[in-house]
């Protein structure tokens, strides 16, 4: 079923609210959600480099500020 919704309308409390309800709706069915192939070659790739010593590593305080500065 596909509905035509305008998100621009809504207000910043009001699309807040719509992820959080589309976040728990897939979380509820996570069953259903299937990765992709290249998502687990990409983690084994990630996890390889980490043990080998090769990975850039960061603190989580510090991947939110990254983060939060790309959005400037």
Do not use: F, Y
């Amino acid at each position: 079923m596909t509905q035509d919704l305008s998100v621009e309308s809504l207000s910043l409390p009001e699309k807040l609210q719509l992820m959080e309800s589309l976040w728990r709706s897939l979380c509820d069915k996570s069953e259903d959600v299937q990765s992709p192939d290249w998502h687990e070659n990409i983690l084994s790739e990630r996890r390889s480099r980490l043990e080998a010593g090769d990975a850039k590593v960061s603190s989580w305080d510090d991947a939110k500020r990254r983060l939060s500065n790309l959005g400037q």
